[in-house]
């Protein structure tokens, strides 16, 4: 059974950072697809970022150049640095894990205050 942990969220103020982790428990295969999904309130949830086993990324066009992701291969778990974050980036951040079934975590909850 794969269980996804996230971790990290909190009240920041707007111009701030936060790192968010995402560990993954379980029979993982080695080869997978990591992704950040965040989902603010009264919204559909969005794709924020992904990173391969490889580690190849791609981001969202409301983040690029602002959030950074990552990965240790070695302790199954991803990362998010979000820095000048803003009151828009508020909302449950969730982690995605995909090797030819999707899992996904519960979620931690970021705020951006004005």
């Known amino acids: 059974q794969v269980q996804l942990v996230e971790s990290g969220g909190g009240l920041v103020q707007a111009g701030g950072s936060l790192r968010l982790s995402c560990a993954a428990s379980?029979?993982?295969?080695?080869?997978?697809?990591m992704r950040w999904y965040r989902q603010a309130p009264g919204k559909q949830r969005e794709f924020v970022a992904v990173?391969?086993?490889?580690?190849?990324?791609n981001y969202a066009d409301s983040v690029k150049g602002r959030f950074t992701i990552s990965r240790d291969n070695a302790k199954y778990t991803v990362y998010l640095q979000m820095n000048s974050l803003k009151p828009e980036d508020t909302g449950v951040y969730s982690c995605n894990l995909q090797f030819g079934m999707n899992y996904w975590g519960k979620g931690t909850l970021v705020n951006v205050s004005s």
């Open positions: 990173i391969t086993t490889g580690g190849s990324t």
């Open positions: 379980g029979s993982i295969s080695s080869t997978n697809v």
